[in-house]
């Protein structure tokens, strides 16, 4: 005697849980980067001026030091002794210049400490060395 089978009820995916953290996900990016904009002061209309100041870049300088040890300021060979005072003129206004420097990687440590200390010299000036990945 064979026994009836019972009705296969046919196999589904409920996906209402998943649309629900989907909405949760998003409404907590979005409320999240309403947060990320930063005011410093009341929404007002600003006047317009013909002579009001543009915001300052700073100045690139770039040293480059290779193999043989020749200092180079902007792409012109230069004395490492006044290499302070060439900084400055070149920087003119601008208070805090960005002084890159190239240094080949077989030049002594006592070559790039010496330009380093020539940079230090001039005040505000910010200090950086270039690398390769």
Known sequence: MRLQDEPDIPAQINIVPMIDVIFAILTFFIMSTLFLTRSEGLPVNLPKASTANQQQVPTKITIS?????????????????SLAEQIRNIAGSNSEPLVIINADEK?????????????RQVKGAKLAIATQK
């Open 107 to 119: 030049v002594g440590h006592g070559k790039v400490v010496a330009v380093m200390d020539q940079v």
């Open 65 to 81: 030091i290779d193999e043989k040890g020749e200092v180079s300021l902007n792409r012109q060979l230069i004395l490492v002794n």
